[in-house]
């Protein structure tokens, strides 16, 4: 080592670091521990904060719809995290109703409760758009 030189130390445990002038770490746990530390003391981004409500959502529509069509009270769904606004597609019907899709698990809502179905291959065709 040159005179010139300082010691580095591991970033996670503080170890004297062994090694390339450019190493932040002194083995691979070290550096996997400090990043995922780093992580959990930042705020959670967009992405995460959208893809688990998608998650709650579907697990609350699943946990309603085990036959593929169920009418269940708003209130019911949304007491449980349920959040209508985060959905992953749509599809409209001949009636022209929309049903909002949380991946293979669609809902209406109507009036006070929400019209609960499960996705079906007929629903692929191409509508027209207007």
């Known amino acids: 080592m ?40 930042e705020a959670p981004r967009f992405y995460n904060l959208v893809d688990n409500q998608l998650k709650k959502n579907r697990r609350i529509l699943k946990s309603y719809n085990k036959s593929g069509l169920a009418t269940v009270r708003s209130q019911i ?31 209406l809502k109507k009036d006070e409760k929400f019209i609960l179905i499960k996705w079906q291959d007929y629903m692929l065709k191409k509508v027209p758009l207007g």
């Open 2 to 41: 040159n005179n010139n030189e300082n010691p580095k130390s591991c970033l996670s445990c503080e170890k004297l670091i062994v090694g390339r002038s450019d190493k932040r770490f002194c083995d691979s746990y070290c550096r996997s521990s400090y990043h995922y530390k780093k992580n959990l003391d």
């Open 77 to 107: 769904l949304l007491g449980q995290g349920f959040n209508p606004n985060f959905f992953t597609h749509y599809w409209k019907n001949a009636k022209n109703d929309i049903y909002l899709f949380v991946y293979e698990f669609g809902f």
